[in-house]
T-cell receptor, first 118, second 110 residues
Framework: ETGVTQSPTHLIKTRGQQVTLRCSSQ?????VSWYQQALGQGPQFIFQ???????GRGNFPPRFSGLQFPNYSSELNVNALELDDSALYLC?????????????????FGPGTRLLVL | GEDVEQSLFLSVREGDSSVINCTYT??????LYWYKQEPGAGLQLLTY?????DMKQDQRLTVLLNKKDKHLSLRIADTQTGDSAIYFC??????????FGKGTKLSVKP
């Protein structure tokens, strides 16, 4: 158990709808990263939030957006859902320090939210 | 560019050793990771290695890093049926993200 929780576990939506996925980070962590894992593929980086601001973004369109709250939990919002958005959405929490140093920042993953778009 | 490659399948017999291989492209990666994913589950961190190390051992797991060839391997000694899963190699990207391979599906036969 990593202490990272996600909700809901499963979700079915139709094309064009909007969805919000939630993630609670591990206690003591200040950074949340979101990944999309399509069937048979490795996870792809969507974006990362650090201290309530977006801190990096992968190759995903603007209809993928996020938030991080003062308690470091996070939301992933996807607008105008497309069939190809069907995937397992994973969040990972880590501790980023100002000193940076070796930047280990080991990421611990939640169980994921499986989204099906019909 | 940043890319990670892995072979897709590996089949071994229970009790044998498993070796899963990975190549990566970003020579500036400081940390490299191995994660395990069981069916329908999230990713479990197995181990990691810092780029100034050649080898790291953790119980049944041994990680070997050849930085010159950008090659990483994970050896699982005495492989058990419970080790059947998909194993992902990952390198740390420039944005603090993880860059994953497509995963190696390990099947362990009794």
């Amino acid at each position: 158990e990593t202490g990272v929780t996600q909700s809901p576990t499963h979700l079915i939506k139709t094309r064009g709808q909007q969805v919000t996925l939630r993630c609670s980070s591990q206690s003591g962590h200040n950074t949340v990263s979101w990944y999309q894992q399509a069937l048979g593929q490795g996870p792809q980086f969507i974006f990362q939030y650090y201290r309530e601001e977006e801190n990096g973004r992968g190759n995903f369109p603007p209809r993928f957006s996020g938030l991080q709250f003062p308690n470091y939990s996070s939301e992933l919002n996807v607008n105008a859902l497309e069939l190809d958005d069907s995937a397992l959405y994973l969040c990972a929490s880590s501790l980023k320090t100002i000193a940076g140093g070796d930047r280990k920042e080991t990421q611990y993953f939640g169980p994921g939210t499986r989204l099906l778009v019909l | 560019g940043e890319d990670v490659e892995q072979s897709l399948f590996l089949s071994v017999r229970e009790g044998d050793s498993s070796v899963i291989n990975c190549t990566y492209t970003d020579s500036s990666s400081t940390y490299l990771y191995w994660y395990k994913q069981e069916p329908g589950a999230g990713l479990q961190l197995l181990t990691y290695i810092f780029s100034n190390m050649d080898m790291k051992q953790d119980q049944r797991l041994t990680v070997l890093l050849n930085k010159k060839d950008k090659h990483l391997s994970l050896r699982i000694a005495d492989t058990q049926t419970g080790d059947s899963a998909i194993y992902f190699c990952a390198e740390k990207g420039s944005q603090g993200n993880l860059i994953f391979g497509k995963g190696t599906k390990l099947s362990v036969k009794p």
